[in-house]
């Protein structure tokens, strides 16, 4: 599994050129076996430093980082929903990530035009294309509904009671204009909505996309759109800085450049960390058969649903896990005999919560 993102917005908001920078150096595919073979997708290792620690420390035959997936979404415009640009069938696309960048444009360019009228509104486009994914949602709301009603009212003692309750709720706040993520369910009803997967339940960025002149805090664009939405919300980024970036192989002249422009990390890994946090994403390490690999994991995931993520059967037949945090292996130099004497090498159990940054070993039937 990967993590799973689109990127989304309206066109010329800079969405292609970032797409681009992103994902200049896509990874070796046959390490990722879900893949798709799109030229609007692909798939980029996840920079982590703690594991080439590790790999220096270790040295396996193979390393394997974890990978996001990137689709490139063209084709909203206003009135998507209805099925205006290539509407429906971009919203469908969507609906299988984990989480939406929306690219805003910020930057001002008389030979690029706006597809809005009104010149540069950051905030309006964006609440342009917020309102097509809810839009979007509340026409799969109503569409199901009418016909989970007739079941449910054919039926007072149907198992879909539960959805259909949670559904009218969901369209009642969609007709609010209040996104589905606002909507209060319970984990029955969260369950059974899972598969709807509405684009307004999913965690979003938004990726204000400014001039090179407005790096690093992002100019009033972008101020104004942290203002609408929330500081922690809004990532700023100069996408033809990203693609100028990309360019440039050697990592010391990549630093400097920069810090020229007063940035210490390129866009890619702020934007990586930042959907991380946004998702609440944890990353664990494992040591098999020479092959020391990350996984990503949601925060609080335990130790059997971890191995799940490597083998079903691991998830079946787990008994126990070796765990040891990274950076105690760091300090004895990977000698886990020392690790053991220190107490440091536990053995845990079904409940333990794996966490960012354990080496994990699992024992399974
Ligand atoms: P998309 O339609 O959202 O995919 O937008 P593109 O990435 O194709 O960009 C549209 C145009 O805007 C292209 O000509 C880009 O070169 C240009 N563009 C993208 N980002 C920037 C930027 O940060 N500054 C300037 N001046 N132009 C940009």
């Known amino acids: 599994m990967s993590l799973s993102t689109g990127i989304v917005?309206?066109?010329?908001a800079g969405k292609s050129t970032l797409f681009n920078a992103l994902t200049r150096t896509p990874v070796e595919a046959s390490n990722y076996p879900f893949c798709t073979i799109d030229p609007?997708?692909?798939v980029v290792?996840?920079?982590?430093?703690?594991?080439?620690?590790?790999?220096?420390l270790l040295s396996p035959d193979s390393t394997?980082?974890?990978?996001?997936?990137?689709?490139?979404?063209?084709?909203?415009?206003?009135?998507?929903?209805n099925g205006e640009g290539r509407g429906n069938e971009f919203l469908f696309h969507i609906r299988k990530t984990d989480a939406l960048l929306h690219v805003i444009r910020c930057f001002e360019d008389a030979s690029v035009s706006h597809v809005e009228e009104g010149g540069l509104v950051p905030v309006r486009d964006a609440e342009v294309v917020e309102a097509e994914l809810l839009l979007s949602d509340l026409e799969v709301a109503e569409r199901n509904l009418a016909a989970l009603d007739k079941v449910v009212k054919s039926d007072p003692r149907s198992s879909r009671q539960v959805e259909a309750e949670g559904l009218?709720?969901?369209?009642?706040?969609?007709?609010?204009?209040q996104p589905v993520s606002s909507v209060e369910l319970n984990d029955a009803e969260?369950?059974?909505?899972?598969?709807?997967?509405?684009?307004?339940?999913?965690?979003?960025?938004?990726?204000?996309n400014v001039a090179e002149k407005d790096l690093p805090d992002g100019g009033a664009g972008a101020q104004a759109l942290q203002q609408s939405f929330g500081e922690n919300r809004v990532l700023v980024i100069s996408a033809q800085i990203e693609a100028e970036i990309a360019q440039l192989d050697d990592a010391e002249v990549k630093r400097a450049f920069l810090g020229e422009l007063g940035l210490d990390r390129s866009g890619l890994d702020r934007l990586i960390s930042r959907t991380y946090e946004l998702l609440d994403?944890?990353?664990?390490?494992?040591?098999?058969?020479?092959?020391?690999?990350?996984?990503?994991?949601?925060?609080?995931?335990?130790?059997?649903?971890?191995?799940?993520?490597?083998?079903?059967?691991?998830?079946?037949?787990?008994?126990?896990?070796?765990?040891?945090?990274?950076t105690d292996l760091e300090e004895v130099a990977g000698e886990l005999t020392r690790l053991r004497e220190q107490g440091k090498l536990r053995t845990e159990g079904r409940d333990y919560p794996i966490r960012d940054g354990d080496v994990v070993t699992f024992l399974f039937k």
Request: aromatic fraction near 8%; include cysteine.
């Open 9 to 12: 917005g309206l066109p010329n």
């Open 281 to 326: 994403l944890i990353t664990f390490y494992t040591t098999a058969n020479g092959k020391l690999q990350a996984w990503q994991l949601p925060a609080g995931t335990t130790c059997p649903v971890a191995a799940g993520r490597i083998h079903s059967d691991m998830e079946t037949g787990f008994i126990r896990a070796e765990v040891a945090a990274a």
């Open 168 to 177: 009218r709720r969901v369209q009642t706040s969609l007709q609010d204009g």
């Open 64 to 81: 394997i980082s974890t990978a996001i997936q990137f689709t490139d979404i063209a084709g909203l415009v206003r009135g998507a929903a």
């Open 45 to 56: 290792e996840v920079p982590d430093l703690r594991l080439l620690h590790l790999s220096a």
């Open 190 to 208: 969260e369950v059974a909505l899972r598969a709807y997967q509405f684009l307004s339940a999913k965690s979003s960025l938004f990726v204000a």
């Open 40 to 42: 609007n997708v692909a």
